[in-house]
T-cell receptor, first 110, second 112 residues
């Protein structure tokens, strides 16, 4: 069935280092969303990408949608302890059935 | 007050018991979802609903049932709970414009 792969599953970085998580699909996506879940919390929406090749920034976070609309990335520049959590991509294959990647758990070493 | 409210927040039950997890929302949106979260497996879709007469199965609907009592209420039931249904369950409401999901705080279910 339709699914999305997210890598890596875990990432440990020193505070101040950069972090990137990737989502890949074998089929073209209508759009892709990114969420952040703090430890013990619930997922919170970060952004939605719709257009081919789209790049959006939120302070230290950069989101990209691939030209073929089959992959996306979230990049955090100069991580801070507040970035700790699990980052999920959520995809809609066009049927309102929102499917999530397995998530990337980010831990920060102070 | 939270826009998406789940009850109970925590529940411990025994194998074979019937359990209902409730979700209510004040956002006034039509589309509602139930997800299950397990470590390393992310969020998996159980059921979703577009309105009270439109309910759809997700990836892992076996062993679960749902009821959409009103636009604002979407309940998830486990007719006969089993230990591998121990998980964190999230209800979510989808916004009509941006399409973002607004999640509840989650219901942690333990089946002994």
């Amino acid at each position: 069935g339709q699914q999305v792969m997210q890598i890596p599953q875990y990432q440990h970085v020193q505070e101040g280092e950069d972090f990137t998580t990737y989502c890949n699909s074998s089929t073209t996506l209508s759009n892709i969303q990114w969420y952040k879940q703090r430890p013990g919390g619930h997922p919170v929406f970060l952004i939605q990408l719709v257009k081919s090749g789209e790049v959006k920034k939120q302070k230290r976070l950069t989101f990209q949608f691939g030209e073929a609309k089959k992959n996306s990335s979230l990049h955090i520049t100069a991580t801070q302890t507040t970035d700790v959590g699990t980052y999920f991509c959520g995809v809609d294959f066009g049927n309102e059935k929102l499917t999530f990647g397995t998530g990337t758990r980010l831990t920060i070493i102070p | 007050d939270a826009d998406v409210t789940q009850t109970p927040r925590n529940r411990i039950t025994k194998t074979g018991k019937r359990i209902m997890l409730e979700c209510s929302q004040t956002k006034g949106h039509d589309r509602m979802y139930w997800y299950r979260q397990d470590p390393g497996l992310g969020l998996r879709l159980i059921y979703y609903s577009f309105d009270v007469k439109d309910i759809n199965k997700g990836e892992i609907s076996d062993g679960y049932s749902v009821s959409r009592q009103a636009q604002a209420k979407f309940s998830l039931s486990l007719e006969s709970a089993i230990p591998n249904q121990t998980a964190l369950y999230f209800c979510a409401v989808r916004g009509p414009n941006t399409g973002e999901l607004f999640f509840g705080e989650g219901s942690r279910l333990t089946v002994l």
